[in-house]
């Protein structure tokens, strides 16, 4: 029976949910306990994901308009909005970077420039993922970064013990150098100094492979929490950036665009940064040792000097495996710099931006950041990924189809996009941000604000660590896009009631959502290292227990010093203020 059940749990769990709660609904009349039912079965389907997250997220539209909360038609507008646009042109040109090879000539790049020391091999990896990540999805930077990382790491114990077996034989040989042997000069060695080493040598090979394997699985959790930490620095870095956004716009529609590319940038950014800097001096400390001098090639041995040439051929290697730059990686680069200057140039805040002066309808601009990364998208799939020549043909090509010119394909097709493009996470937006509609036309988000009051007593600076602290533990067993769509309604029925700034609030508990570091089913990118097979569940659990706690307090940190000026949160706005309960 208990084998019937574990196999059958899932069934039962979508049976047994909808049956449990039903009563609610049922005994408790008006929209709002109606639709705290949606949000209940939705929220426990999500956790414990007896149906595929998308699939949950198309309930709204089934229970919605049967329980006469919405009409269908205002529900489903709710799964294409401008920020669902935003997160697939973002994908479009993540994809076409993947496509090309851009990001590893980028990493290897970068790896290349900054050192193959312990200490800068390990602050070099953790920079390059973060930086790619800020752009790419986490899951594919790290499918990518840690092969490479092990690579080197596996060249470098190698070269350590052939150097420690070649000194070993020499000494038995009766030289210190393996190079020369001078047999008639050096005296064999004593009896007592041969056990002695015979004694020693496994001790000393054990002792490296311990050391390696310690230092593998610290650079295994850098690439994976970096990955994490970069995506926070962007509105498009990970999609729960995108969440608080859509709500934003949905709860707040009079919300003056406060978040954008360039605002979120300028807060998150500085906030990535310290993260990651805190994150690597961490990982140091746990995996390599207060050795500073050491492992940043101060001491200036042989062996630490030879340790670093291998590691450098490896990465310079893989550099060279790519060829030269390609046009259509000149091509892809140069559509993603010009997407970020025109992303920050749209509406800088500190000056007019091109959208206000070129695009101007009556007072407004009607260009959003989707509108320009759909427009670079677009041109991914009208550039040639080759210089186009009608004199040029390939040898092949002459034989067969003599008088044939055959065109380049385009940057970009449907069948890679259709292959690489997450079409689950455009509908799981949807549901999240009909579920954000719902509960604001239900009433949901009134009462739930009202009962929330009491925290008006609360100082603030402890409201913001405390919810963040909570968000941070939550996200460890749920999705980051499931905790940030389920708390954020909740939260901005909060600082309605309480007169605080949504954004207080609301956005440090975003980035929160992210900071999924201590169990490898948190976060895709953990369960990639994980199954490496190096890494054991209480590995990642001590180092990443401290890692949650040092992500509250710099975000806390954050939103309490240059998020105050930049986002004005000392004061209860006045979009906030029109659809509010009660006035402030």
Sequence with gaps: MCRAILAYWKYLITLLIPLLFLPLPLVVPGKEAQCGYTIILMALLWCTEALPLAVTGLLPVVLFPLMGIMESSKVCMEYLKDTNMLFIGGLLVAIAVEHWNLHKRIALRVLLMVGVRPGLLLMGFMGVTAFLSMWISNTATTAMMVPIAHAVLQQLHKTEVDRIAAEQVAVTKGTVNGGFELEETTPPPAYEDVVTMEKEEPVDLQQLEQKHQTFSKGMSLAVCYSASIGGIATLTGTTPNLVLKGQMDDLFQENENVLNFASWFAF????????????????FVMFLGFDFRKHFGCSGSDSDKLKSKVAYDVIRGEHRALGPMKFSEIIVLVLFILLVLLWFTREPGFMPGWASLAFDVGGKSYVTDATVVIFIGLLLFLIPSELPSCCSRGRAQQESQPNKIQAPPALLNWQTVNQKMPWNIVILLGGGFALAKGSEASGLSRWLGSKLTPLQSIPQAAICFLLCLLVAVFTECTSNVTTTTLFNPILASMAQAICLHPL???????LSSSLAFMLPVATPPNAIVFSYGQLRVMDMVK???????LGVLTITLAINTWGFPLFNLGSFPAWANSTASTQC
Aim: aromatic fraction near 14%; charge should be neutral; proline fraction near 7%.
């Design 268 to 283: 998150a950014f500085p906030t990535m940064v310290i993260l990651l800097v805190l994150s690597w001096l961490w990982l």
């Design 543 to 549: 180092a990443g227990c401290m890692l949650n706690l």
């Design 504 to 510: 207080y609030i609301m956005l440090p508990c975003t």
